[in-house]
T-cell receptor, first 110, second 117 residues
Framework: KQEVTQIPAALSVPEGENLVLNCSFTDSAIYNLQWFRQDPGKGLTSLLL?????REQTSGRLNASLDKSSGRSTLYIAASQPGDSATYLCAVSHGQNFVFGPGTRLSVLP | DAGVIQSPRHEVTEMGQEVTLRCKPI?????LFWYRQTMMRGLELLIYFNNNVPIDDSGMPEDRFSAKMPNASFSTLKIQPSEPRDSAVYFCASNHLHRDYAYNEQFFGPGTRLTVL
């Protein structure tokens, strides 16, 4: 059974810092990995999708990498801003079955 | 594009009552998912449909839960009778099912916060 973990569970950084969020999964037979952002009381917003054949994807200040063989993905956020404060979740896909991690709660302090 | 639409956004009901949650997927998407999110268990897949057909309902907790998708633009999740432990946020998501699963990207609605007293 696929298990997805995210470390750290919570992170607090001063504005302007670069930071890395981690996602680990136990079964490497995945089709893709997706990073989401969830604001309090809101739904999940898709940030980046990395296909299993890809190593990384970039969108603005966000860069996500995938090492399928070792079961790891990282989300790099450059020059963090208070507006980046949210919970970040990763999800791996086995076809149409998506398994989510518990999330990392990020606080960026002004 | 309006995105995935869910209603109601908040629902407060008493134990034993029937609850119906509604979802309209993104136009053109042919797969729809229902999830439940709690602090203790995180985000759990309950059921998903491809082309209006239920494919995997193994996540539905018990017979009190049922889901339907009568057409491509509407789905319901019903709980009857509701219990306090059903209190959670219920999300609907949709995507366009590609032959290559690597391209499947999910899009979520805003969720329905259910409180059962």
């Amino acid at each position: 059974k696929q298990e997805v973990t995210q470390i750290p569970a919570a992170l607090s950084v001063p504005e302007g810092e670069n930071l890395v969020l981690n996602c680990s999964f136990t079964d490497s037979a995945i089709y893709n990995l997706q990073w989401f952002r969830q604001d309090p009381g809101k739904g999940l917003t898709s940030l980046l999708l990395i296909q299993s054949s890809q190593r990384e994807q970039t969108s603005g200040r966000l860069n996500a990498s995938l090492d399928k063989s070792s079961g790891r993905s990282t989300l790099y956020i450059a020059a963090s801003q208070p507006g980046d404060s949210a919970t970040y979740l990763c999800a791996v896909s086995h076809g149409q079955n998506f398994v989510f991690g518990p999330g990392t709660r990020l606080s960026v302090l002004p | 594009d309006a995105g995935v639409i869910q209603s109601p956004r908040h629902e407060v009901t008493e134990m034993g009552q029937e609850v119906t949650l509604r979802c309209k997927p993104i136009s053109g998407h042919n797969s729809l998912f229902w999830y439940r999110q709690t602090m203790m268990r995180g985000l759990e897949l309950l059921i998903y449909f491809n082309n209006n057909v239920p494919i995997d309902d193994s996540g539905m907790p018990e017979d009190r839960f049922s889901a339907k998708m009568p057409n491509a633009s509407f789905s319901t999740l019903k709980i009857q009778p509701s219990e306090p432990r059903d209190s959670a946020v219920y999300f609907c998501a949709s995507n366009h099912l590609h032959r290559d699963y690597a391209y499947n990207e999910q899009f979520f609605g805003p969720g329905t916060r259910l409180t059962v007293l």
